[in-house]
């Protein structure tokens, strides 16, 4: 069922500042555009590498779902993997099959690669924020 890797989210207080991390220590060279994302609550840029992307996640605002885990992890860090699904109800209805919280309403909602996505509880597995993106069409 598991896919490609597609992206490991971090997040960050400063997507300004991590771009300078990323293209002026490790030398990154496709650094996407930042844009706002505010139904899900935050700002988005990815950096590309040769096999996948990091997603670096900025609060859109005071209520953004990652403003709690930037409380605890004031300079950012790791906040979610990411891997595509060829069919994301089908991912869903596997995961609810193994016992395993689909966070939220338990829908999939629109990602920032425009494609349906859901996260599953890190109790279920192994302590990691795992998020299921239904493979994207196209360039992404």
């Known amino acids: 069922m598991i896919g490609n890797l597609n992206h490991v989210g971090v997040a960050t207080p400063s ?3 991590s771009i300078k991390l990323y293209r002026d220590v490790l030398g990154a060279t496709k650094i996407g555009e930042p844009f706002d994302l505010p139904a899900q609550g935050v700002k988005v840029c990815f950096i590309d ?3 996948a992307q ?3 996640i900025e609060p859109y605002d005071e209520t953004s779902p990652i403003t709690g885990f930037l409380a605890k ?3 950012g860090g790791q ?3 990411c891997f595509e699904v060829a069919d994301i109800r089908a991912a ?3 995961m ?3 016992g395993v919280t689909i966070l939220g309403t338990g829908e999939p909602r629109i990602g920032a690669h425009g494609t349906p996505v859901v996260f599953l509880h890190p109790k279920e597995m192994g302590g990691v924020l795992i998020e299921l ?3 994207p069409k196209g360039d992404h």
Do not use: S
């Open 15 to 17: 997507i300004a500042e």
């Open 49 to 51: 590498t040769p096999t």
């Open 54 to 56: 990091i997603e670096l």
């Open 73 to 75: 992890n004031p300079k």
């Open 79 to 81: 906040h979610h993997v």
């Open 92 to 94: 869903i209805a596997d």
């Open 96 to 98: 609810r099959a193994k």
């Open 133 to 135: 993106m239904e493979t």
